[in-house]
């Protein structure tokens, strides 16, 4: 990791809007970022402009399924969406009417932990 992606993602952290929850600690020095969790977030957000790429976990509350997806289905394709929920006919909804690079369930970056599975997204989000 580089010190401009550090400082890069130090901003994105010092300009949300949304809460800081979980973490937060920036080292630039050491070029260390602490998993940090933000909440109170919309699509306007500081890190909602572009793709993370580090260790932040920005979290939108929705009050719908219907509403996930129209608000996915709004913007770029993602490199990856996380559904957390019980409920698999939430599950079924977003995967089906949705499109991104990796879709991973009550979990993050799981897609990444076998080397078997393909890796890339869709559109403007990786490889096509």
Same mark, same amino acid.
């Given at each position: 990791?580089? !010190?401009?992606?550090?400082?890069?993602?130090?901003?994105?952290?010092?300009?949300?809007?949304?809460?800081?929850?979980?973490?937060?600690?920036?080292?630039?020095?050491? =070029?260390?970022?602490?998993? !940090?969790?933000?909440?109170?977030?919309?699509? #306007?957000? #500081?890190?909602?402009?572009?793709?993370?790429?580090?260790?932040?976990?920005?979290?939108? !509350?929705?009050? #719908?399924?219907?509403?996930?997806?129209? +608000?996915? *289905? #709004? =913007?770029?394709?993602?490199?990856?969406?996380?559904?957390?929920?019980?409920?698999?006919?939430?599950? *079924?909804?977003?995967?089906? *009417?949705?499109?991104?690079?990796?879709?991973?369930? *009550?979990? !993050?970056?799981?897609? +990444?932990?076998?080397?078997?599975?393909?890796?890339?997204?869709?559109?403007?989000?990786?490889?096509?």
């Amino acid at each position: 990791i580089s !010190t401009r992606h550090v400082e890069r993602l130090k901003k994105m952290m010092e300009t949300t809007k949304g809460t800081i929850e979980i973490g937060g600690t920036v080292d630039i020095d050491e =070029r260390f970022i602490e998993p !940090t969790v933000i909440t109170g977030v919309d699509f #306007s957000d #500081s890190t909602m402009q572009e793709e993370i790429f580090g260790p932040v976990l920005p979290i939108i !509350t929705i009050e #719908s399924v219907d509403e996930a997806v129209e +608000l996915i *289905n #709004s =913007r770029d394709k993602p490199l990856a969406l996380y559904v957390f929920t019980e409920k698999q006919g939430v599950v *079924n909804k977003i995967r089906d *009417n949705t499109s991104s690079g990796g879709f991973t369930v *009550n979990d !993050t970056i799981l897609q +990444l932990s076998v080397e078997e599975l393909p890796f890339g997204g869709v559109g403007a989000s990786g490889l096509g």
